[in-house]
């Protein structure tokens, strides 16, 4: 059975850091494209970033290119998000997606999720 557990949120002031992690199981991550998405109350899914594994590539939204870093250590199935110069736009609930998406950033492409951590930025 295929889960994905994330873990790292919380609050942080403005400028602050927090990493996220997704542990993956019942697969292999680095057969899929690993994504990360998020949700703010009364908005849409958006993709904040995802890794391709298998050929290397990253992607990113414009709003977090240069703060957030997308990465996975495959010896532990692990998806990370290091995220930096945090911002109040940033509180959302954040996703860890796993699938074949033919766009990194469309969510109902994605086959597996995770329950979300909660990150709140504050001013």
């Known amino acids: 059975q295929v889960r994905l557990v994330e873990s790292g949120g919380g609050s942080v002031q403005a400028g602050g850091s927090l990493r996220l992690s997704c542990a993956a199981s019942?697969?292999?991550?680095?057969?899929?494209?690993m994504g990360w998405f998020r949700q703010a109350p009364g908005a849409e899914r958006e993709g904040v970033a995802a890794?391709?594994?298998?050929?290397?590539?990253?992607y990113y939204a414009d709003s977090v290119k240069g703060r957030f870093t997308i990465s996975q250590d495959n010896a532990k199935n692990t998806l990370y998000l290091q995220m930096n110069s945090l911002n109040p736009e940033d509180t959302a609930m954040y996703y860890c997606?796993?699938?074949?998406?033919?766009?990194?950033?469309?969510?109902?492409?994605?086959?597996?999720w995770g329950q979300g951590t909660q990150v709140t930025v504050s001013s």
């Open positions: 890794m391709f594994t298998a050929v290397g590539s990253t």
């Open positions: 019942g697969y292999t991550a680095s057969n899929y494209c």
């Open positions: 997606a796993a699938g074949t998406p033919v766009r990194w950033d469309r969510h109902n492409e994605y086959n597996y």
